[in-house]
């Protein structure tokens, strides 16, 4: 369709007339954080934003969705935040929100300024843009905030609980910028279906005001390069219905004029329509119900952690995966830049005992850690992620067969390894002596290959489903190193724990053996085994023993 029918289909739609009354401004806008620390330090410390709701992700249950505002979560307030903890940045470009902008009185412009220099923060401005006064800054993720001095735009229910006099709190929304290679396109799509009218342009900017009194600035980014999706980045805008009803009349609208496919999703705090407008933007439409307190007092809003209905994993389960974090104020783990990803679980009532976690192939830092924290509920947990990847997962060395592998590259990453827990002992204040080292098939090979190559490393360790890799041992004096080794019946690999098992013997290690009745997948018969075994060696009174299914996060063949 050429824009000047697209035009003619818009002018021409039924559904169109109403559309203006029905839906107008912006009801959130939702971006990608690496660190969630960070991003809570920022925008609930440093902002003064109250934190309104924590959610597992509903497209990735795996993933923290955090939301920011008011202090009701009037839609129009909130900023939320996916947390793709330790992923790779994004870049923004065309296609993209490229900027968010937040009300403040005008005259509050001052304090701002000094507050940001108060905090080590650089910021830009002021400027007069469109006739506000604006502060940029950027948050812990680069993505470009600006404080807009608007005079008419107030929250209905502004959060007094930080540390921000009244007067000068963050109101709400007040816009969100939008490159695009399109601009006309998208600017005529904005406003024929989400409730907004050009007010003025400034150079490449139109800029476009809704009903409610914020902005979309459309700029045209003919020349720049395309956005990728990633941390730092803005996800999408959503933009306020107040009903249902308008959801379905924007979506025949949308049908109408051959738009992008839309796909309208129940997210229990509204109800929801995605889009992309013609620049390749994705828009959301939301309606302003149920709202923030449909399943928390507004008093408690922000303070605990809910789960998507449908999601397949328990809240229990995503408690010790999804990163952890304190509010402004509050103790938390200050996280040190060492050579390998890393995320602690500190349990409410932690027993002092410290698990270092190694997945197997295709799992990450916190696969493990369902597992472990049944097995010994009062442990604190310290998931490492390898370094090696096989077709983009991750790996703790490269492997050239099923059955054969890099020698060359287990020892570097041996080395490596032995270099971060060095570090991680000096910055977290770790026992050597203490940790229990977990590894799960090439992890847990990674960790019978420290023993020969870093033999004074490791004290402690279960290793599950695991069988020698190197192809020439050192020698090693293993003597004070208990060792659990778990394999399964019906493994391939399983007939390689028995050489494993008198190799390690051999040198001197005391080890305990035992065989599930299942393959290599990791499951239920795996925990009392463990929990005996720590009963035995480190004569700690484990917790009883979870009778729901184990279900950590599938692992990419699980070979070693």
Known sequence: MTFAALILALLTTPLQSGLLSMVSGIHHVTAITRKVQANVDFYAGFLGMRLVKQTAGYEDATQLHLFYGDAAGTPGSLLTFLAW???????????????????????????????????????????????????????????????????????????DG???????????????????????????????????????NRGTIDRLVSESGDVIDVRDARGFWSGAPGTG??????????????????????????????NMHDRKYFRSLYAREPGGTLVELATDKPGMTVDEEHASLGTKLFAPPETITNLDDLKVILP????????????????????FYTPPNPDGSVFVLLHGSGGNETTLMPLLNKAAPRATLMGVRGRATEEGF????????????????????????????????????????????????????????????????VHKAVLLRSMPVLSAYPHADLKGTDLLVISGKTDAYGKYASDLEERLKSSGATVDSDVIPGGHDLGDADVPIIQKWLLQRMGDDPQPLEQQAVKPARETSGQP
């Open 85 to 159: 903890e330790d992923g790779a940045p994004g870049r923004a470009g065309y296609g993209q929100i490229s900027e968010i902008s937040l009300a403040i009185d005008p005259a509050s412009i001052g304090y701002w300024l000094t507050r940001a220099m108060s905090f080590g923060l650089r910021s830009e401005g002021p400027a007069d843009e469109f006739g506000e006064p604006v502060l940029r800054l950027k948050d812990p993720d680069n993505i470009i905030l600006k404080l807009a001095g608007a005079k008419n735009l107030t929250s209905p229910s502004a959060w």
């Open 324 to 343: 952890q974090f304190s509010m402004p104020g509050q103790p938390r783990i200050n996280y040190r830049e060492l050579p390998f990803v890393h995320r």
């Open 394 to 457: 991750p790996r703790w060395y490269k492997r050239i067969t099923p059955f054969s592998f890099d020698q060359n590259d287990i020892k570097t990453e041996a080395e490596a390894f032995a270099a971060f827990i060095e570090g991680a002992v000096k910055s977290y204040g770790l026992d050597p002596k203490k940790v229990v080292y977990v590894g799960y098939s090439n992890g847990a090979n990674l960790l019978n290959s420290l023993l020969y190559l870093h033999p004074n490393l």
């Open 233 to 262: 980045t803005v996800d999408h805008v959503a933009f306020r219905a107040p009903d249902e009803d308008a959801l379905r009349s924007v979506s025949k609208a949308l049908e109408t004029i051959d738009a992008s496919p839309t």
């Open 162 to 200: 930080a540390s921000i006099p009244a007067e000068h709190t963050i109101q709400r929304v007040r816009g969100a910028t939008m490159l695009t290679e399109k601009p006309a396109e998208s600017r005529s799509f904005i406003e024929s279906h989400f409730g907004y009218r050009f007010q003025t």
